[in-house]
Every structure is written in structure tokens, then in C-alpha cells.
């Protein structure tokens, strides 16, 4: 295997074969993200400017590069793309001075540099460098095989913040991380690690130096940077390979005047596929103008808001007249329109209007009405105008025919099983629930609540009891509305994401009326505070007054919606209530995708199953009938990403759309999708057994795999010297992914125990049981014994609830606060012998207990050391001291714990010594304590600092610099003004 700098030696061979200058190793310079000669000598070179031109240009970019990150690389990068406007007198006009020939790739100069120090805050090296013109655009952090490529992406996630290097991040467009075996991953500042993205191309292996040449060579790295980022509300986003390749794809269809369609699956990104394609054709095509064109108010409204978040104005046209007028007068570029504003009856005179401009009409979810008699409308008004078509769901087999000769042919796929397999969705599961059978006796009742409940242990199940008890108090008839509100309430309290509020769910009824009835039955449960009804109804007086043979299901629809919105408003007065249907709808989406724990359940019909993304979405309960396109989005509405605790979207299916309970089958191209090409729809719903099944073999598999390597007898103390060992820092990684297994395996053990019909014989079973309490001790102590378990605190708090169910507990309220405060800080607070008897629960023997206070008490003295590096110091050398003094037998463990006890105190509670009067201020006693308790200066630094310190001076190179000029005045020894200037930068007074 390759070490780091190996893999670094042949990327950097890779990056000079590509026509890169090698600039070196910057490991002894000081290097800024702009190389300021460089890029004059190139402008001097290729646009003949002067000195002062330069001055005028230098002004602008350090005017753009003076925000924080996000708004200066925005601004950084409107320069790089609409160049630099600057005048050197009054007179003159506006000259563009472009930073980056776009037009030319050849004539810009690329090169690459490794071990790229850069003086932050605190001082970072980042792997290599790309710089394009003397300018950083892209970053690689570089791992061997063995260390995972997310550890390089968490590195560079360190590194833009405030604490290190932020600012050199100003000028970044890809950030990038890859090692040998996982390949190359992208993203853009301030991409969270689980949103970093893999390059695939066809013909190309997935390996780190293939997916360079491809990805990174000078064409495509410029183009990239220039046609696939956007900003977007605060949050920096680049094209995904599918998006990128779509867009080239129609590009080459736009050049030959020919329309097609574009089919990405639901979830895959489409809006934002759109969004790159209009960029690219604002920039490159003059006479270009755009109509986009759904045929729903709500999809209208949404690609409104996603071009609106970009900063791209759309015009939307509110009637038929406002339509055409916008298409004659050529005035907007972007123009959004819902399809049935174009109608036969309205073209004879206005065809004879010329259409000045190129109109290019990108149609959303082409297999709905625009394949009609609407579409001819349009085309009929439009007939030079280039239709691309985009669909989240396949083609029906009678439309496929109709589709392309109305659209052409397909232009680019992305299909379900690609999305998934690349994880830009989630795999589904699907489960038939039948509940008609429940509902005729009691007897029954009580036979499904065994059922549901027959793998917990006797304290939850007594625990559900109560709940149940209540529930059948409140729900006596034998109605099947009330029989699935009960389902889905033990659902609530028992399935991990919808108990431990992360996860919500979405009931779909078969019409407004028992949308309407299921509310008023959840407002009898513990749901009643978190439910709400979203459909197209809009309650008013008036429809009362006429309603005839409806009046009673108009009536209840009314008072049901007047009592939800007099509820969720606080508001008395109905009338007022009433006015507030619009607000109702778009507060409670708003609750339901950032606060899931406060809006659990949505009841809809029709409304929110096209175009509503809620990552929370984690259960969609179906008792309606539905087929084709309108099911295949609904179900969609929980593929979406979220958390690590998210496994699959989940269907839960009342109304037995593929038949399968009364068959016992587990092909799902049929029924509901039988309209669909099989070939079209194979795989995209699977059976739940089966997947649940198939991910606790691999996490068991993967788990058996990890630990193969542990020493034998395998006893505690093998496992924990594995996973955590002398080097905690060395074997993070390895223990990263273990507690990222165990979660997974513990997620599908209770999933198991939550299936009806059990897949496993009993013997298996226990034998699983007893692998998911093994695995769970060992995480514990694993987490003790390095001092993770406060970074795992919500992981923790989800296990402990889930668990509890199933497997004993047998967590102290000791042990839960060590895994709330850590253990350094609670051996402080308490009694040693208690302390000790609490830890023994976890470990074994007092060796393991002993390096777990150690782990833990030196992880604390690390995080504090940068405050007050003397203190700390002290307390590290006293430790090491301990520690030793025990491994060579020299302390007994209680000794040892008695010292290590004191030892604590003073890292949690620094200890108050007797300080001069006027050192009477935290800033001031650290001062003192590393100036060798000289209090003239200490007391001269500290008024400096707090003279001529600027807000946000931290992490801020120009103010951090000020700061430093300031200094230099009072402390003349350089290597202790950088000193005393990194310690100011973390004591909290100086902030």
C-alpha cells in the first residue's frame, strides 16, 4: 500500500502530464490565495494593462475579498465570470479586465503546488493546491487507502474555519478530497461532508487518477467553474455528473435545433438541472429567451422560488393575454407560465405576430397534459421554438410513441436505480398492511396488538399497553379510518425515526372529506398538536348556503378545517381563522421540514405528493387508490437524504395497490404500475422483509470484518487497545466507522423486531439479539474509553430509547451524564468510590478503567491547552506522570484514582492561585501566567489587545493583522508576539 506522500508524488505527475506547472513544495513560504505577481505579469502579458489599471483592479478584488466567506467568494466569483469593471479617470469608459480567458483555455496558465502553507488564524497546510493566472481555485486533500477519503473532506471542512484558514477559501471554486481506494470527491465551500460527490463517467474508472484526468483537465476544470456553480440562499451548490452530462447533452441538441427529452428521476435534482441550463444559455446565447412551462400552481410557484434563490428573475405570467404579450414583445428573458394559459382559441390573429427572438421551452413533468391538445397550442404559437422535456417519472407505454414525436427523442436518463446506487436518493420500501381483518371483534384487537408488539420486552410492552388501553377507550366502533389511526400512532411511539423525533410521515386519504375525518381522530391521540391537513380546499360560508345532497360532508369538511386553524392561530374569532388558510399552509410545511418533532404527520390528497422536498419525510402511509405517474411521485416524497439514522424511504400501503397480500408476491411492476415498461419501473419499490433482511446481513458482515483483526482471546481489553490504542488520534477513523456499523446493525435488529411475520427461526433470532447487546456494551466502552462519548451524545440518547425496548438497559443515570458531560468532567464532580462502582458496569477490569479516565482527562487538556498553554502544559506532564507511575505498578487503581480525581478538578475548574492586585481578570491571570508572571507587560499587552481589537478580529485576516501592527509596538521579540497573538486569539475576553 501507498503511503500519503506516494499517492500525493503520482497525483502531482498526473496534474504536470495534464499540461500543469509544478510550482513546488510551498511548505516554507507564505502563501496567500492570490499570487499577486503572477497575475499581473499575465494581465500585463495577454491585456496590455498599465500599473494604474492594475491599482484599480487589485482595489476591486481586495473590495470583493473583504466579507466573510460565503458573500466574498460570491462576490470573487462574479469577477471571475463577468471579468472586472474599472475606470481610470472620469472620463474614460468602463474597461473589463478579465481575471480568466474563458474563451481561450490555452491562453491561461494552470499549475499546482503541494504542502501549501497558509497563515491563518492558526497555520494549515493544505495537500495541493490548483491555481489558474496565479489564482487558488481548487483545493485536494489526500489520504492513503487505509485513512477514508471523509477524513480528507473533514479536513477541509476544519480548515475554512474561523480557528484556521478561512479566508484562503475566498477564491476556492472545487473543493476536493480522495484517496486510492475511494476514489476522487468534490464539493464547494462549506459543503457538509455528506453532501461531497463522486465524478462518473462512462469509460472511466473510478479511480483517483483517472477521475483527475478526466475531471480536472484544463477544459473542463475551467468550463466547471464557469457553467455548473451556483449560489443559492446562502448556500454555495455545484453540478452533480448526471446534471453536468444533461446539460453538455443539450447543448449539442440546442446547436442542431432539435428538442428531446430529459428523464431524471424524482429526487435527482431536475430544478436544478434547469437552473444550469438557463445560466448556460444567458451566457451564450444573445437572442435566446426562456419559457418554462408546468402544469401546476404549486410546481410554478416552486421552480419560481428556486430561480429566485439564485438571484435569476423569473417573469411569471398571471393570465392568458399577459402570456402572449410577454412572448411577442421579447422583452424578459425568463418567463414561467402554467400550460393551460395557451388555448387554440386564441392564436389565429397572433400568429401572424413574428417572434423576434430564439424561444426555448423547457417543460416540466412532460408526461401530464402537455403531450395533449395543449401542447399542439403551444407549439402551434412557438413553431420555431426548441421544446426540451423533463420527467421524474418513465414514460407510460401507451405515451412513449406520442411523447417523442411530440418532444423527440430521449436526450439524457438518470433513472431510480442509478440515483440510489450513487446515493443521491433512497432505496424504497414497501409493506401491505391489511386492516380490515382487525376491525370485527375485540378478540381481533387484542390479537393484533400481540402482534405488533411481540418482541418487545414486558416494561415497554406495558408501557404501549397504557397507550393502547386509551386508545381503545376513545375508538369503540369497529370503523377502519379509527383502526389505521391506531396503527399509526403504535407506529409513533415505536419506529426509531418517527420516536425520536427526527422523522415525520405523510397520510394520503382517499379525498378532502376523510383527509378531514382522520384529523379530528388524531386530535383524540397524543398526535393532536402535531398533525395537520394541506389539501386544495378552501373553506368558505358561502358554499354551506347550496350544497344540497353534500351538505353533510361539506359541512364537516368546513368546521373540521375552521377548528385546525382556530387551533394552530390561537384564534377565537372564526372569520379571522378562516383568512389565514394560505399562512396555515405555508407555516405548517415550514414546522414539518425543519422542526419534525413539532409536525409528525401531514394528511393530504392531491396537494404536496408533486414538488414538496422534506428530507424528514420518512414514512408515507397510503390509503388511497392510486396509479402511474401520481404514485410514483408520491412515493418519491421519502426517497430524499437526511440523516445517517434515515435507511430507506418506507411505504406503508392500506388500499393493496399491487395485490400482494391477497397473492403473497413481492413484484411490484405490476398493479399499480402495470402501465409502466417493467424494464422502466424493476426495482424502483422493493418488499421491506426483503431489504431489511439484506442490510443487517451486510452491517453484520461488515462489523464480523472490521474486527477480524482484533487480537485474540478478544477479550475487552483487545477490542478497546484495537480501536483506540496509544495513538487516539491514529485510530479515529477505524472507530467512526464502527460506531457508524453498530448504529446501522441496531437500526435493522429493531427494525426486525417490529415485522409481523418473522423471517429469522427463534434460535437466530437470539442469536442476533445477543450480537446487538454485544456490539452495544462494546460501543460503549469503545466511546468511554477514547472520549467520543460526548461527540456521540444525540447518537447515544437514540440508542439508549430504541434499545430499551428490546434489549435490557442497563444504563445508570451515572453513565447516561458521563455520555451527556463526559467523563473527565463528572469524575470531578463526584465521590470517587460511587464513581468507580458506576464505571465497573462498563468495564471489565481496572486497566481498561484506568486508560479510559486517562483518554478522556487528555482529550479535555488538549481542548483547553491553546487558552492557557503553561497551565495546561503542567497538567499534561502530571498525567503522563500518573498514567506511568500505574502501568509500572508503582500506584494501585485506587490510588491512582484518587490523584487522577484532583487532577481533574483542576483541568475542569483551573485553579485560583494568588495573583498581583491588578491581575484580576481571567485574559490578564493568562497573560501573566506565559509571560513568566511579568505583570508590567502583561498588563501593557492586555490593554493593547483590548484598544485596538476590532469585532470579529478572529479569523479575519486585515484585522487580525492590525491587531498584530498594534502589538509589535509593545512586544519586540517576533517569536513572542506570534505566540502571545495566537493565545489573544483564544481567550474568550478578547473575542
Not at 471542512?157 to 476514489?183: C, P, Y
Not at 484514582?897 to 491588578?918: F, G, R
Not at 479575519?956 to 493583522?961: A, F, R, S
Request: proline share 1%; charged share 30%.
Amino acid at each position: 500500500m501507498k503511503t500519503e506522500k506516494e499517492v500525493q508524488k503520482q497525483v502531482i505527475e498526473t496534474f504536470k502530464s495534464m499540461g500543469y506547472a509544478y510550482l513546488g513544495d510551498l511548505t516554507k513560504s507564505d502563501n496567500e490565495n492570490i499570487n499577486k505577481e503572477s497575475l499581473k505579469v499575465w494581465l500585463v502579458k495577454n491585456q496590455k494593462i498599465n500599473d494604474k489599471r492594475w491599482q484599480r483592479i487589485e482595489h476591486e478584488i481586495h473590495k470583493a475579498l473583504k466579507n466573510d466567506l460565503y458573500e466574498a467568494n460570491q462576490k470573487f466569483y462574479e469577477l471571475l465570470i463577468y471579468g472586472v469593471k474599472t475606470r481610470i479617470s472620469q472620463n474614460e469608459p468602463t474597461q473589463t479586465s478579465w481575471l480568466i480567458d474563458w474563451k481561450d483555455v490555452s491562453k491561461n496558465e494552470f499549475s499546482v503546488a503541494e504542502e501549501v502553507s497558509v497563515k491563518g488564524a492558526n497555520t494549515k497546510r493544505p495537500d495541493m493546491v490548483l491555481y489558474v493566472n496565479g489564482i487558488a481555485l481548487g483545493v485536494l486533500e489526500l489520504k492513503n487507502s487505509s485513512v477514508s477519503v471523509e477524513s480528507a473532506i473533514r479536513q477541509n471542512l476544519d480548515n475554512q474555519k474561523k480557528e484556521f484558514i478561512r479566508d484562503f477559501f475566498k477564491t476556492i471554486q472545487l473543493v476536493m478530497a480522495g484517496n486510492e481506494s475511494q476514489g476522487l470527491r468534490y464539493g464547494v465551500i462549506e459543503t457538509k461532508e455528506k453532501y461531497y460527490l463522486s465524478w462518473k463517467e462512462e469509460g472511466v474508472q473510478k479511480n483517483l487518477f483517472e477521475t483527475i484526468e478526466c475531471f480536472l483537465k484544463k477544459e473542463r476544470f475551467l468550463e466547471f467553474i464557469h457553467d455548473f456553480l451556483i449560489f443559492d440562499k446562502g448556500q454555495k451548490k455545484c453540478a452533480r455528473f448526471h446534471q453536468y452530462f444533461a446539460v453538455k447533452k443539450t447543448q449539442e441538441f440546442i446547436h442542431k435545433k432539435e428538442g428531446g427529452i430529459i428523464w431524471h428521476t424524482q429526487g435527482s435534482g431536475k430544478s436544478l438541472t434547469m437552473v444550469w441550463l438557463t445560466q448556460w444559455l444567458r451566457r451564450n446565447r444573445k437572442e435566446a429567451r426562456i419559457l418554462i412551462v408546468t402544469d401546476r400552481r404549486e410546481l410554478d410557484a416552486q421552480i419560481q422560488g428556486v430561480f429566485e434563490g439564485i438571484g435569476e428573475a423569473i417573469y411569471r405570467a398571471d393570465s392568458k393575454k399577459d402570456l402572449l404579450s410577454v412572448l411577442f414583445e421579447n422583452k424578459e428573458f425568463l418567463v414561467g407560465s402554467l400550460v393551460h394559459k395557451f388555448d387554440d382559441n386564441d392564436l389565429e390573429d397572433l400568429k401572424k405576430q413574428p417572434v423576434l427572438k430564439e424561444w426555448i421551452v423547457l417543460v416540466d413533468e412532460c408526461h401530464r397534459t402537455q403531450s395533449g391538445k395543449l401542447h399542439n397550442a403551444m407549439k402551434s404559437l412557438l413553431p420555431n421554438a426548441i421544446f426540451i422535456a423533463f420527467s421524474g417519472t418513465p414514460l407510460l407505454k401507451q405515451d412513449k410513441k406520442t411523447s417523442r414525436e411530440v418532444f423527440g427523442d430521449y436526450i439524457h436518463c438518470y433513472k431510480f436505480n442509478e440515483a440510489v446506487s450513487d446515493k443521491v436518493v433512497l432505496d424504497l420500501n414497501y409493506e401491505a398492511r391489511s386492516v380490515d381483518q382487525y376491525v370485527s371483534s375485540p378478540e381481533k384487537l387484542d390479537e393484533y396488538f400481540e402482534l405488533k408488539t411481540q418482541n418487545l420486552n414486558d416494561t415497554a410492552k406495558t408501557e404501549l399497553k397504557k397507550k393502547w388501553a386509551n386508545l381503545q377507550k376513545v375508538f369503540s366502533t369497529k370503523n377502519r379510518l379509527e383502526h389505521i389511526v391506531q396503527d399509526i400512532v403504535l407506529d409513533m411511539a415505536k419506529l426509531p425515526r418517527l420516536s425520536n423525533g427526527k422523522g415525520n410521515a405523510m397520510l394520503v386519504a382517499e379525498s378532502v372529506y376523510n383527509a378531514c375525518r382522520y384529523f379530528e381522530l388524531f386530535l383524540e391521540t397524543e398526535l393532536k398538536d402535531k398533525v395537520a391537513v394541506i389539501t386544495s380546499y378552501e373553506p368558505n360560508i358561502a358554499d354551506l348556503k347550496d350544497c344540497g345532497s353534500n351538505e353533510i360532508e361539506e359541512s364537516y369538511k368546513y368546521r373540521a378545517y375552521c377548528k385546525m386553524l382556530q387551533n394552530f392561530f390561537n384564534e377565537k374569532d372564526e372569520k379571522k381563522a378562516l383568512n389565514k388558510t394560505k399562512e396555515f399552509e405555508e407555516e405548517v410545511k415550514k414546522r414539518f421540514i425543519n422542526e419534525p418533532a413539532r409536525m409528525k404527520l401531514l394528511i393530504v390528497v392531491d396537494k404536496l405528493l408533486t414538488g414538496f422536498d422534506a428530507p424528514s419525510l420518512t414514512y408515507l402511509y397510503i390509503d388511497k387508490k392510486m396509479q402511474d405517474h401520481g404514485l410514483f411521485q408520491a412515493v418519491c416524497r421519502v426517497n430524499r437524504l437526511d440523516g445517517e439514522d434515515k435507511d430507506f424511504g418506507c411505504i406503508i400501503d392500506y388500499s393493496d395497490l399491487f395485490d400482494s397480500l391477497q397473492e403473497a408476491h413481492s413484484d411490484y411492476t405490476n398493479g399499480a404500475f402495470e402501465n409502466y415498461e417493467r424494464e422502466d419501473i424493476q426495482g424502483f419499490i422493493s418488499n421491506k422483509v426483503q431489504k431489511i433482511k439484506k442490510k443487517l446481513e451486510e452491517t453484520r458482515d461488515q462489523l464480523r470484518s472490521l474486527c477480524e483483526s482484533v487480537k485474540e482471546p478478544k477479550d475487552e481489553m483487545d477490542y478497546i487497545a484495537y480501536f483506540c490504542g496509544s495513538d487516539l488520534e491514529k485510530n479515529a477513523q477505524k472507530r467512526r466507522l464502527f460506531y457508524q456499523l453498530v448504529g446501522a446493525f441496531l437500526r435493522m435488529f429493531v427494525e426486525f423486531n417490529n415485522l409481523e411475520k418473522p423471517v429469522y427461526s427463534k434460535e437466530e433470532m437470539q442469536q442476533i439479539k445477543q450480537e446487538a447487546q454485544f456490539y452495544r456494551h462494546l460501543q460503549k466502552a469503545v466511546s468511554l474509553n477514547s472520549g467520543d462519548s460526548v461527540d456521540l451524545k444525540s447518537y447515544s440518547e437514540d440508542m439508549r430509547r430504541i434499545l430499551d425496548a428490546y434489549i435490557k438497559a442497563t444504563d445508570s443515570k451515572t453513565l447516561i451524564k458521563i455520555e451527556d458531560q463526559g467523563l473527565c468532567e463528572v469524575l470531578a464532580q463526584m465521590d470517587i468510590n460511587d464513581f468507580n462502582k458506576e464505571l465497573s458496569q462498563v468495564f471489565k477490569n481496572e486497566s481498561s478503567m484506568a486508560e479510559s479516565i486517562a483518554n478522556n482527562t487528555r482529550k479535555r487538556i488538549i481542548e483547553k491547552e491553546a487558552s492557557d498553554p503553561k497551565y495546561y502544559e503542567k497538567l499534561s506532564s502530571l498525567l503522563n506522570d500518573l498514567i506511568n507511575q500505574f502501568r509500572e505498578k508503582k500506584l494501585t487503581y485506587l490510588e491512582y484514582l484518587q490523584q487522577i480525581h484532583n487532577l481533574a478538578k483542576q483541568v475542569i475548574h483551573k485553579e485560583d492561585k494568588n495573583y498581583p492586585k491588578k491581575i484580576n481578570a481571567n485574559a490578564l491571570k493568562t497573560l501573566y501566567d506565559n509571560l513568566d508572571q511579568n505583570e508590567a507587560l502583561a498588563l501593557e499587552i492586555d490593554a493593547c489587545i483590548r484598544d485596538n481589537k476590532k469585532d470579529g478580529w478572529v479569523g479575519h485576516h486585515q484585522k487580525g493583522k492590525n491587531l498584530k501592527i498594534a502589538l509589535r509596538k509593545t512586544i519586540n521579540d517576533e517569536s513572542l508576539l506570534e505566540n502571545i497573538f495566537n493565545l489573544a486569539k483564544h481567550i474568550d475576553e478578547y473575542h
